[in-house]
Nanobody
């Protein structure tokens, strides 16, 4: 069973930065599409950013374009989300998710809390 483990969340002031990391317990992580989602209190989970590891193609939600950057390490065993110019509305639990095919994202981490104070 593939496990995803997020780290890097925390409390930061508005305008600050955080980098989230996602580690997978599988050697074939390079075959996966990996995405970050977030869920704020009393809101639905929403897509933040995704990367197709094989091609490097990246996508972003409009709300984070120009502020967040998704990346992977050379070995494609880790996926990162660099978050700059953070806003209070970025406050949420951030989840790393992955899928091997074109179906729904079916692998999820436990989430990491990001809190941005104003």
């Amino acid at each position: 069973q593939v496990q995803l483990v997020e780290s890097g969340g925390g409390l930061v002031q508005a305008g600050g930065s955080l980098r989230l990391s996602c580690a997978a317990s599988v050697r074939t992580f390079s075959r996966y599409q990996v995405a970050w989602f977030r869920q704020a209190p009393e809101k639905e989970r929403e897509f933040v950013s995704g990367i197709t590891q094989s091609s490097g193609a990246k996508t972003y939600a409009d709300s984070v374009k120009g502020r967040f950057t998704i990346s992977t390490d050379n070995a494609k065993t880790m996926v990162y989300l660099q978050m700059n110019s953070l806003k209070p509305e970025d406050t949420a639990v951030y989840y790393c998710s992955a899928r091997e095919g074109v179906g729904p994202y079916d692998l999820w981490g436990q989430g990491t809390q990001v809190t941005v104070s104003s």
